[in-house]
């Protein structure tokens, strides 16, 4: 500054350092920063008492129905209770299990999807849209195997 003396200005301060923290920070925070994803995520609060093997009774309170993805033959194999199942056995299948629980007083029984994370979402739509088309109101979907 023109015409400060050292008596207008007692201590002096060295502001560098001030200067090279400030900015060693940011390239710090800069370098931390992490992005989050948003495209692809699906988000789903899944029950955590359902999905998981528990005690057997001998009346089925659900339509199960398991999802596995055949690497051999590059396609979807469905599972209902402990036999494999075609592609053209579901919707009568999911009809006729819909009709025996109308028939024991249950017509809100629950059709669960347990999927293989390998199976597209295509094969796992096509099961819900069968359910849809027989009046399934409730379809829920299993929770994974706990790691």
């Known amino acids: 500054m023109a015409g400060a003396s050292d008596a207008d200005n007692p201590v002096g301060i060295n502001v560098v350092p001030m200067v090279d923290v400030i900015f060693c ?3 710090f925070f800069m370098c931390s ?6 495209e692809g995520k699906f988000k789903s609060w899944l029950p955590k008492d359902k999905g998981q093997s528990g005690s057997l009774s ?3 309170s659900e339509i199960r129905f398991a999802l596995f993805w055949d690497e051999a033959n590059n396609k979807t194999l469905f599972k209902f209770g402990t036999r494999y199942i075609k592609d053209d056995e579901l919707q009568p299948l999911i009809r006729d299990a819909k009709a025996d629980f ?5 017509p809100d029984v629950p059709v669960i ?3 293989d ?8 739509l096509k099961l819900v849209n069968m359910a849809k088309r027989e ?3 409730n379809i829920e979907f299993a929770a994974g ?3």
């Open 58 to 60: 001998t009346v089925p």
């Open 102 to 106: 109308e028939r024991i007083n249950k």
């Open 25 to 27: 920070l940011c390239i």
């Open 135 to 137: 009046r399934v109101v």
């Open 33 to 38: 920063l992490k992005f989050t994803e948003l």
């Open 117 to 124: 994370p390998r199976v597209p979402w295509e094969d796992v």
């Open 145 to 147: 195997k706990k790691q």
């Open 113 to 115: 999807v347990d999927g």
